[in-house]
């Protein structure tokens, strides 16, 4: 009995050993179908010469094959097995590899379904195209004319009309600019002046101006030498300096700004403050010597388009020192208050 014991505990023993050892085979056989494990090289028979391997056939009993598989998992089995058949020492390199790809050609066998195509210059220009720089200080002739002020007004001291404008012609960094501003009043010609300026660029939004000033009116036309800036000011304020030396020794000074203030897109409302300095007192003109006179205004256009906009407003214009003292014997306003009403427009 023992001996029987013996040799059926010796009969399960091998039946465990024999089913761990074909256990890895059939769960390979399970994952991959296309898969086979390869037979031992000793127990490969070597083909005939000339005489094509003979194809596999199917064995009675069993499934048929699995249809073949396609797309992304087929191309990588099909690229698994070839890599499997090349001899050893035949892998490419990757550096051999690359220099394939870049040919347009495979590295593998067999080549891919769709072949890469190889880089050309007009895919590198497409990739890197030529950026055209900014197109800034050209040496193009432009010229632009703007009247910020072409109105009629009316006051208690009568009624008259006014304009300012200003005009350049030239580069973006060298223009000959215009200004003129003047007033009529009682239907006479009470204040006019003109301005012929040369004008450089030397920073972003700010031009100096040097010239001439030509003064027709009020009292004997008299002539100043001229130097300036014009600009933007932070916050988008429109500011004109100007200095002037005339050749009867008189020197005096204007400074004007103003903001454009858009409650839509169309209504725009323009506060305006303008300044005038004089350096000694000209009888002859009324003009006193220091502050001679300021002048407030606020004005609220419509711009029908850009370029044309009408407008109203109301203007109050004080003088001071001197000028008020010449004002006040000519029997003049000091103080005088005015509804305007006229166009803004520019070409």
């Not at 409302?269 to 303008?274: A, I």
């Amino acid at each position: 009995m023992n001996a029987l014991h013996r040799s059926i505990a010796r009969m399960r023993i091998a039946t465990v050993a024999v089913a761990v050892l074909l256990l890895p085979t059939h769960a390979w056989a399970q994952m991959d179908p296309d898969m086979q494990m390869p037979m031992p090289m000793s127990k490969q028979k070597p083909a005939a010469a000339g005489k094509p391997a003979p194809a596999k056939q199917p064995t009675r009993g069993k499934a048929a094959e699995p249809a073949p598989r396609t797309g992304a998992r087929a191309d990588h089995a099909a690229t698994g097995r070839a890599m499997d058949a090349m001899p050893p020492g035949a892998m490419p390199s990757m550096e051999h590899a690359a220099a394939q790809a870049e040919q347009g050609a495979s590295p593998l066998p067999g080549g891919p379904r769709e072949p890469i195509p190889a880089v050309t210059d007009a895919d590198r220009a497409a990739a890197f195209p030529q950026v055209a720089m900014h197109a800034m200080h050209d040496d193009d002739i432009q010229s632009f004319v703007r009247f910020d002020r072409f109105e009629a007004w009316n006051a208690n001291n009568g009624a008259g009309l006014e304009w300012e404008g200003s005009g350049w012609v030239g580069t973006d960094l060298d223009r000959l600019w215009i200004r003129s501003e003047g007033e009529r009043s009682d239907g006479r010609l009470a204040d006019a002046d003109l301005e012929v300026l040369y004008g450089h660029s030397i920073a972003a939004w700010w031009d100096v101006l040097a010239g001439v000033r030509h003064d027709f009116k009020p009292g004997a036309a008299q002539d100043f030498a001229t130097i300036g800036v014009a600009g933007v000011a932070p916050g988008k304020f429109d500011v004109k300096a100007t200095a002037y030396i005339g050749t009867s020794g008189q020197v005096a000074a204007r400074f004007e700004a103003d903001y454009d203030l858009l409650l839509t897109n169309r209504l725009v409302l323009q506060p305006l403050v303008e300044l005038n300095f004089h350096g000694r007192e000209d009888a002859r003109r009324g003009i006193g010597s220091g502050l001679g006179t300021v002048e407030a205004g606020l004005r609220l256009r419509y711009e029908i388009t850009r370029r044309f906009a009408p407008y109203v407003g109301i203007v109050r214009e004080r003088a001071y020192g001197g000028t008020a003292g010449f004002r006040r014997g000519a029997d003049e306003n000091v103080d005088d208050t005015r509804l305007v009403a006229g166009l803004r427009f520019w070409f």
